[in-house]
């Protein structure tokens, strides 16, 4: 089903973060990734990337802000250790470059980013002991009609994602999707990573069938968000927060 492909796509996501965070911890990686940094954004702070939670939309928008941050540097830095003469390191530094090179994962780093930032205001309110419970429920409903706003109006929401998209794809040199893809497998003490080769099948058949899966992914997103807000913070839970307030 639809909704079962998107939390797939979702959860492979956040896995490849995971993985660029424990690859980029080793010492000598993480040395590499800081130098980096400096060089290519002296005017920015260092920044450090961090694994996400399974619990915590905080936690996943962090993540995910860092990954979309650093993305030009992160690819940099994995083509470097694509060199390494270490063959462990050699063989992650492909498989995560092929993890991220990728329209798929660029629009859903941005996708995720986007939401996030309406949602991680919520999740601080709800952490911060000193606001009113009418104060945060306000903020809730607040965020719960932005992300309305995304699902029902394409500019602001859709449309102005692939934009963001488009912009990055453009200036990273990423590979449009093709119409079908195979999946190599690694060695099996790499098999966290993959690399999808195209099997073929560009042009604008290859462009409407990518826009299509990205608007399912989209929507998937936001109605997976909608749900989740709703079932956590109804009218009875409401009348709870009141009682504790």
């Known amino acids: 089903s639809t909704a079962t492909k998107s939390e797939t796509a979702f959860k492979n996501m956040f896995d490849s973060l995971d993985q660029l965070s424990t690859y980029f911890s080793g010492t000598k990686r993480h040395a590499k990734l800081m130098e980096l940094q400096k060089e290519m954004r002296p005017d920015k702070q260092l920044s450090e990337l961090a694994n996400s939670s399974a619990t915590r939309w905080i936690s996943w928008s962090t993540s995910t802000e860092k990954v979309l941050n650093l993305y030009y540097v992160l690819l940099h830095a994995l083509r470097h250790f694509q060199e390494d003469r270490d063959g462990e390191t050699r063989m992650q530094a492909y498989g995560l470059y092929g993890l991220m090179h990728n329209k798929q994962f660029l629009f859903l780093l941005v996708a995720f980013n986007r939401v996030f930032q309406v949602v991680s205001q919520a999740t601080i309110a709800l952490q911060k002991p000193s606001l009113s419970c009418d104060m945060v429920w306000d903020i809730l409903c607040v965020s719960k009609q932005c992300l309305k706003e995304f699902r029902d109006n394409d500019s602001s929401g859709y449309n102005k994602t692939i934009e963001l998209t488009e912009e990055l794809v453009t200036k990273n040199k990423v590979p449009d999707l093709p ?46 968000l909608l749900g ?17 307030d």
Not at 199 to 221: H, P, Q
Not at 228 to 244: H, T
Request: proline residues 2%; positive net charge.
């Open 228 to 244: 989740e807000l709703d079932a956590r913070f109804g009218s009875e839970q409401k009348g709870i927060m009141i009682c504790v």
């Open 179 to 224: 119409q079908s893809s195979r999946v190599t497998q690694l060695p099996k003490h790499l098999h966290s990573y993959t690399v999808t080769q195209s099997c073929g099948g560009r042009g604008d058949s290859g462009e409407k069938n990518a826009n299509g899966i990205f608007r399912k992914l989209w929507y998937s997103l936001l109605d997976s």
